[in-house]
């Protein structure tokens, strides 16, 4: 050994070690086995979890190394966007009122002989209103976990922008497919407030006569395409709604669709795209009258499968109804009837119960056989504290798990009758066609986010969020919607 250090080659395999160290290696250890078991003691390991005082382990001695950095595995901000794009308006009361012009006149007489006197004739006004909703959220940190050197920073601070966030993804979802008649609390959203203004009647399968005004094409499963965004457009802008539609608001698939149809078309200006890019990015369709922004949302609600779970505190979420066996029968009502030849088969349906605190677990029903020209009919017992409920369905054929959300109807006293016509077919989703100026639509507010401290009763902070507003359609026939628009049989979906 040179000098006056070791090295490790000096005592391994428990030889070569300097004299002065005489029979032993280090510290008593006398041969080969002692210094293994010395190498033993001295391994960090890679335990997650502190084993506690076991023998041998190095983990109290391992520095606990923490990134900086907090990673969002969830939305961010910039994901809402229908919320960020809407005008804001304030609001001084708890109901805001608007008029509206209808029409110049209802005559169509201007012209009259030599020296006469013109037709009289009056404009048509209409008050309308609406109500100011209340939303928030309470947040909670012990005066202790306030104290710490928090890895991410003040945690208080840290609660408030979560809150927000939470907030956003509620009143994003809410903008399109809230619901009063659901939910009394609740603002009714975009598909709500032009559906009620298109046709208020209540038709027997407990949807609106609005669902089929001309502003309204019915996709029946098909992925939307550019002509049919033609289409829509053309109605809107025509004689009597008098729209300049500026916006589709679509869920991600049909957005993603109308990418794989329009690229085999190789619509684009040359040059070619270069440097080996493939695909195109479609941000919006130019039609005869002008261009639509498309908007992909990944807050637009869709038909998904029902929660496996029950959602919500179990004190206050509702009970899970009794459902009935279906039936299917000829249809005998004057309504439109969807059920046709090519969706003859076996359906089974689940049924959620909901208030605003949650939802109780799916309840499945027994399968049902219907024919060209039947309707369903389901009576549902309901449980505890039910606002509305979720109806599922499957495919024909499919089993229960596979059923997806078709539409919502209100709940009755103690019993609720379902009756489903086939307006709405599973695994479809809803575009929203727009006329995006602040004399059309608008968010009004009566309070901004606010944050609001909450009396200290025990050793913890708590405060609230809140935010108070409506939206509020002042022109609904300047605007469109797409129902049923199917996937595109290509890729994961072919």
Excluded at 314 to 327: K, L, M
Excluded at 466 to 486: E, H, R, S
Aim: proline share 5%; with cysteine; charged share 20%.
């Amino acid at each position: 050994m040179a000098g006056e250090f070791v090295s490790w080659q000096d005592y391994s395999a428990g030889g070569g070690i300097s004299p002065q160290y005489g029979d032993n290696l280090i510290g008593g250890m006398s041969n080969g086995e002692d210094l293994q078991a010395l190498q033993k003691a001295l391994t960090a390991g890679s335990d997650i979890n502190n084993p506690g005082g076991s023998a041998g382990e190095g983990f109290p001695l391992r520095v606990e190394s923490l990134d900086s950095t907090l990673y969002n595995v969830t939305y961010k901000a910039q994901d809402v966007k229908f919320w960020k794009s809407l005008y804001k308006d304030a609001a001084y009361n708890t109901v805001e009122e608007f008029n509206r012009l209808h029409s110049y006149g209802s005559g169509n007489s201007i012209f009259m002989s030599e020296g006469s006197l013109p037709s009289e004739d009056d404009s048509t006004y209409e008050r309308a209103y609406t109500k100011v909703k209340f939303m928030g959220t309470v947040r909670r940190c012990t005066h202790v976990m306030s104290l710490l050197r928090a890895a991410h920073g003040d945690v208080v601070a840290r609660e408030t922008v979560n809150g927000t966030m939470f907030l956003l993804r509620q009143i994003e979802r809410t903008l399109f497919d809230g619901n009063e008649d659901l939910l009394p609390v609740q603002f009714n959203g975009i598909e709500r407030e032009l559906v009620g203004a298109w046709g208020s009647n209540v038709l027997d399968d407990g949807m609106l006569s609005g669902y089929e005004d001309d502003n309204v094409i019915d996709m029946r499963g098909q992925p939307l395409s550019e002509d049919h965004i033609a289409d829509m457009v053309e109605r809107l802008v025509a004689e009597p709604n008098y729209g300049q539609p500026s916006d589709l608001w679509l869920p991600t698939g049909p957005v993603k669709d109308l990418s794989k149809i329009l690229y085999p078309k190789e619509r684009y200006d040359l040059p070619a795209p270069r440097g080996g890019m493939a695909g195109i990015s479609i941000k919006g369709i130019t039609t005869p009258f002008g261009d639509i922004n498309l908007n992909p949302d990944i807050f637009i609600p869709r038909s998904d499968l029902a929660p496996t779970t029950a959602v919500g505190s179990a004190a206050q979420r509702p009970g899970a109804p009794t459902v009935g066996a279906p039936s299917a029968g000829s249809y005998s009502g004057s309504d439109t009837n969807y059920w046709g030849a090519s969706d003859a088969g076996a359906y089974t349906y689940q049924i959620v119960a909901c208030n605003q605190y949650g939802k109780a677990i799916a309840v499945d029903s027994a399968a049902v056989t219907v024919a060209s020209g039947d309707s369903v009919s389901i009576t549902v017992t309901n449980g505890s504290d039910t606002s509305y409920y979720e109806i599922y369905r499957t495919a024909a054929g499919g089993a229960a798990a596979t059923a997806r959300l078709i539409f919502k109807v209100a709940a009755g006293t103690v019993t609720t009758s379902i009756v489903d016509l086939n307006r709405f077919l599973p695994n479809t989703s809803k575009g929203y066609m727009l006329t995006q100026s602040s004399e059309v639509l608008k968010w009004k507010q009566l309070a901004p986010f606010t944050k609001i401290p909450l009396a200290t009763i025990d050793t913890s902070v708590r405060w609230m969020q809140v935010l108070y507003g409506a939206l509020q359609v002042m022109a609904p026939k300047k605007n469109g919607i797409f129902i049923n628009v199917g996937n595109l049989a290509t890729g994961a979906y072919s």
